[in-house]
T-cell receptor, first 115, second 110 residues
C-alpha cells in the first residue's frame, strides 16, 4: 500500500512565524504535490515537484515555498504565516508514466491555524 | 477555462436508498477523471479512474460512469459507513495537474 505521511495533524502558529510542513512517501514516487483545502473551494494546488530539487508553481503559490532535497520528502514552507493561510494542507504523491494518467495518493492532512 | 462542477453540494439518504452524484466538466481534452472519497479530517482516498466515454468501474456499492460531458457516481443500497465527501477531479490533455470539484457531502441515515 502507498503510504504518505505528514509531520503534524494539527498545528497552531502565530502571525509572522515561519512554518514548516513535511511530507514523506514510501513508494518511490517521482511526483509530489502540496494542496490546501478550504470549505466550498475544493483542493487548490500550491506547488508540485516532479523530481528531486525540481519544483513548479501551482495555482496559489504566493506566500509559500517548497523544498525537495530527497525523492521521498517534500516540504512546504510558509515564510511568514498569516491568518488567511489557516487551512487544511494536503500532501500527495504519484508515480510518473510519460503520457499516462495516474492517480495521486494523499496524506492525512495538517490542519493549520494561524492566530 | 477548464472547470469541474459537482452536484448536489450535499445529499441526505436513508440507508438502502440508491442515488447518484454528478460531476460535470469542461476541459480542453480529457486525459482522465478521478473519483475520491474523503472522510472528515482525513486526506482523500482514491476510488476510480475513468479514461473514455462509456467506461464504467465498480467497487462494492459504488459504480462510476463517464460520458463526454459528465461522470456519475452511483451508490446502490448505501450504508451509514458510505457517509463521506466524494470528490471528482479531471486531468486535461494540456498538463498533468488535476482540476478539482468542490465535492458532494453524502450523509446516509440508518
Amino acid at each position: 500500500d502507498v503510504k504518505v505521511t505528514q509531520s503534524s495533524r494539527y498545528l497552531v502558529k502565530r502571525t509572522g512565524e515561519k512554518v514548516f510542513l513535511e511530507c514523506v512517501q514510501d513508494m518511490d514516487h517521482e511526483n509530489m504535490f502540496w494542496y490546501r483545502q478550504d470549505p466550498g473551494l475544493g483542493l487548490r494546488l500550491i506547488y508540485f515537484s516532479y523530481d528531486v530539487k525540481m519544483k513548479e508553481k501551482g495555482d496559489i503559490p504566493e506566500g509559500y515555498s517548497v523544498s525537495r532535497e530527497k525523492k521521498e520528502r517534500f516540504s512546504l514552507i510558509l515564510e511568514s504565516a498569516s491568518t488567511n493561510q489557516t487551512s487544511m494542507y494536503l500532501c500527495a504523491s504519484s508515480s510518473y508514466t510519460r503520457g499516462a494518467t495516474v492517480e495521486q495518493y494523499f496524506g492525512p492532512g495538517t490542519r493549520l491555524t494561524v492566530t | 477555462e477548464d472547470q469541474v462542477t459537482q452536484s448536489p453540494e450535499a445529499l441526505r439518504l436513508q440507508e438502502g436508498e440508491s442515488s447518484s452524484l454528478n460531476c460535470s466538466y469542461t476541459v480542453s481534452g480529457l486525459r482522465g477523471l478521478f473519483w475520491y472519497r474523503q472522510d472528515p479530517g482525513k486526506g482523500p482516498e482514491f476510488l476510480f479512474t475513468l479514461y473514455s466515454a462509456g467506461e464504467e468501474k465498480e467497487k462494492e456499492r459504488l459504480k462510476a460512469t463517464l460520458t463526454k460531458k459528465e461522470s456519475f457516481l452511483h451508490i446502490t443500497a448505501p450504508k451509514p459507513e458510505d457517509s463521506a465527501t466524494y470528490l471528482c477531479a479531471v486531468q486535461a490533455n494540456s498538463n498533468y495537474q488535476l482540476i478539482w470539484g468542490a465535492g458532494t457531502k453524502l450523509i446516509i441515515k440508518p
